[in-house]
């Protein structure tokens, strides 16, 4: 694995303080037998708080896989993850479905917007469905720093797909999550539109102190990342650190 800064030793969960979200000896097998696909391979990462991440690798890397795994959408067969300081492995369906709903933000390729609500309409309605106050400060902070004040009466169908992404993330951000995760968010944009959504991305980062992981297969979108995990036949080959274009394109070339 390369590092291009010095990294603490992988330690066991406690004193995770300055950890988003971490993983230790992650694995996910798929199928059985002859037919078995080992998606992760015994997969150790630590995400610190305050950074914009992009995880990437060739198709059927895992990539999916992993960000499923530290999202507590999908059970990993071994190893445990902690996000925000809690251990997710181990906690039952209803537990983690409101650690997810208080702590975790996702951000999907299609941008999954209620095409009845009005953007701001769409933003309040996860804090709304958790019973949540919807803090009006709060609302204004992130409305303005995703360049939404003027949209936020309209409905998807009246807004870009780029607008309707950055509605997608100003509702993953408004409750405070410990975490996004952003599902290749730019899969669907034209590249003006995705320039647009990475820039906001990492605005929220920079601006807001949120920690945003994004898996992504285009380095033009990584490019907008502070670090890059690089991960291929299930098993992390790099986490840089800042890299530069260079050091990401011949990291990513060794890896396929
Ligand atoms: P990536 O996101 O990098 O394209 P994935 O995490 O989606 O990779 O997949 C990793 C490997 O696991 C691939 O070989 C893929 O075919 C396999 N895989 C993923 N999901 C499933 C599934 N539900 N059933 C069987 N195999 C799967």
Redesign the pocket.
Known sequence: MTITQPQPQPQPHANTGALAASARGLT?T??RGDAA????RGVDLDLPRGRFTAIM????????????CLAGLDAADGGTVAVDDVVLTGLDDTALTLFRRERVGFVFQSFNLLPMLTAEQNIALPLELAGRRLDPARLAEVVDTLGLRDRLSHRPSELSGGQQQRVAIARALVAQPAIVFADEPTGNLDSESSAEVLGFLRRSVRELGHTVVM?T?ELSAAAYADDVVV?AD?TIRAHLVSPTAEVLASTLQDAR
Do not use: D, E, N
Not at 37 to 40: E, K, M, N
Not at 57 to 68: C, E, I, N, R
């Open positions: 996910r798929y199928g696909v080992h998606a992760l690798g060739p198709s059927g890397s895992g990539k999916s896989t992993l960000m499923h898996v297969h991960i299930g």
